[in-house]
């Protein structure tokens, strides 16, 4: 597993002694000196480097921010943090945009941005404070000079960045092609292409011959881990319910609190918006608009940030301690909810059953959902089932599920936000469980799962879940999905070999949410083996999905009986 991880990784970005460069330039802007200089590396590459100062002579608390990107595109966040009386270093990395050096994806980061902090340190407009600012790759650039624990860093804004690598880029075992690829098209060719050239992009067999380059030093940042123990500033996180990044934040967040050898102070934001969309004032997220109290904006998203390093960079008492550590936006009521903790407090989990006469197949099948458990039938693994105790359907490689909606790349807008998933239970190859309607919506609020006991006639293969609010006219809302890979199962549980001819216990992990359903509405489960392209395709051949050529179809079995009790787990809020 690990080439293939390694070649994902390396696409995806495609695309001591320091010093101060002779030729550097000073600007003065308003009240912000701009200066352009290369700051040297211990190894040689000269990285370009903004640095932004007050216009008063002095020592400052600094704001370290490094980018994959140009720097000059943060140029507003730059004179922004300065203009609050920050000095601002904004740095392209390593081999992009000035910055001389070979481009490793992640390899450098670490090595990189320590002895930038080390300059920082040294230089006469430094008072020895350091905060770290940045989303999604610049995120993680903080986060692992964070993991350091070096005592000068005071502070972190994460605004959708990721910690660990493995996590960001696989769920369940399923390679993240729809998030990711495009982001690679950006940087190989510039515009993404129309959605029908997408498509056949993201079918191109083997999916490896898309990817070029590759270094062992990736494979070992990648498989390096992340270091949540020594993490010790305080973080301030924010994210977005549709941000396809959300759930690596959440992670981040979670790992920090319960794995640091001296857990720091963090507070978490999550709204509704998509990737990037916390800077604009959008309400509406694919067919849904959340109302007006839904959006952060720059001007707040910058306001929150300065507040956060006042307090811990600066030691201004403006109250930051005294706020709610964890503030989301509740969908549906479309306000904002403030709690100690995530989840918060007076959430109960429910556990809602499979149940069908055989048929859950299609949004017209049999399929039930009840809080009621399977009464008891003689089903096992190598009985004939009883026909009311399993659903079937055939899994084809080739004509995999779309993906319609929820968390996916901000380079793909037509996938992504509320959609109506009709169309997709409309499919044979969809099992459809309804639950009966609420009179009044349940408020859900946490970490979703399903429990689904399954059986495959391939030798690996996948299955999906998808939790659905049905409202009364007949509008299917997702909430929210995941995927888990057999092998990866297999392997938590020390087997080996193939799945064929056996029943295993899929746990699948569906993210977590902050929804209220509408008076009426009723829930719904949708049960398949594929999620494309958000998802690589499993061959159910064995063979790896990124090397593999041939697809083979496979008949899937879902077993929902007192012995097999499949269920999902829903957090609901009391």
Known sequence: MKRPFRLIITAFLLGASLYLCPTSALAQERDVRRETLKVQM????????????????????????????????????????????????????????????????????????????????????????????????????????????????????????????????????????????????????????????????????PLKSFFRGMDEKVEQAAGKGFAFERVRAPFLHITGWYDYLYDDTLYAYEGIRTR??????????????????????????????????????????YESS?????????????????DPLVKYFLMGENQWHETKNWVPTGVKYENWYLMSGGNANTLNGDGKLSRKPPRPKSVNAFDFPHPEAVDNFVFDPNNPVPTLGGANSNFLPYLIGTKNQQDIEKRKDVLVYTSPAFKQGPTIVGRLQAVIYAATEGKDTDFTAKLVEVRTDGYARMIEEGILRGRVLAASKGATGYLSGRV??????????????????????????????KYDRNPNTGEDPLTATTFQSVRQTIFHSKEFASYVRIPIQH
Not at 157 to 178: C, E, F, P, Q, Y
């Open 42 to 205: 211990p190894d040689g590459p000269d990285l370009a480097t903004d640095l932004y100062l007050p216009a008063r002579e002095g020592k400052y608390p600094v704001i370290l921010i490094r980018t994959p990107y140009s720097s000059k595109q943060l140029s507003d966040t730059g004179e922004t943090f300065t203009k609050a009386d920050y000095a601002v270093v904004i740095q392209n990395v390593r081999g992009r945009n000035g910055s001389s050096g070979n481009f490793l994806p992640f390899a450098s980061e670490m090595n990189d941005g320590m002895a930038t902090l080390d300059w920082i340190n040294k230089q006469p407009w430094s008072n020895g404070k350091v905060g770290l600012w940045g989303g999604s790759y610049l995120g993680y650039c903080a986060f692992l000079v964070a993991s350091s624990g070096h005592p000068s860093i005071g502070a972190g804004v994460n605004i959708s960045g990721w910690a660990d690598l493995k996590h960001m880029m696989r769920t369940g075992g399923a390679t993240r092609i729809g998030d990711f690829l495009p982001w690679i098209l950006s940087q190989m060719r510039g515009p993404i292409p129309p959605q029908g050239e997408m498509d056949k992009i993201f079918r191109i067999v």
């Open 260 to 301: 640091s050898e001296k857990p720091p102070m963090q507070q978490l934001v999550i709204g509704t918006w998509a990737h990037n969309g916390v800077f604009a004032d959008s309400t509406k997220i694919g067919d849904e608009d959340f109302g007006a109290e839904s959006p952060m904006g720059k001007r707040k998203l």
């Open 306 to 322: 300065i507040r956060w390093f006042d307090y811990h960079l600066k030691g201004i008492k403006n109250g930051i301690q005294k």
């Open 504 to 533: 295993y216990e899929f746990r699948i992990d569906l993210g977590a949410t902050a929804i209220r359903l509408r008076p009426g509405s009723r829930l719904r489960l949708e049960i398949s083996s594929s999620n494309f392209p």
